[in-house]
Nanobody, 119 residues
């Protein structure tokens, strides 16, 4: 059984910074893509940032230059450094990973962590 656990969310003032972490645990043979998504009330879930299978990164236009995705392969962990935060960044942030386990490849999701940007 594979689990993804996010941490690092909270309340931050506009212009502030916060760092999210997402750690995968369980029987993991390899991890392909790693990504962060977000969902605000009344909005569809959107991709924020991702490592593709080839190792390159993609960012939503709304976060380019402000957010940075990084990873620690030894820890099966992906991070999202969020700078210059705006109220419109307020959302539940969820991570996802494509992971190969004993039963083959699967797409796994974390439970989400709330980020609120407000003064």
């Amino acid at each position: 059984q594979v689990q993804l656990v996010e941490s690092g969310g909270g309340l931050v003032q506009p212009g502030g910074s916060i760092r999210l972490s997402c750690a995968a645990s369980g029987t993991i043979f390899s991890i392909s893509t790693m990504a962060w998504h977000r969902q605000a009330p009344g909005n569809q879930r959107e991709l924020v940032a991702a490592f593709t299978g080839g190792g390159s990164t993609n960012y939503a236009d709304s976060v380019k230059g402000r957010f940075t995705i990084s990873r620690d392969n030894a820890k099966n962990t992906v991070y999202l450094q969020m700078n210059s935060l705006k109220p419109e960044d307020t959302a539940v942030y969820l991570c996802s990973m494509q992971i190969r386990t004993t039963t083959g490849w699967g797409n796994y999701w974390g439970q989400g962590t709330q980020v609120t940007v407000s003064s």
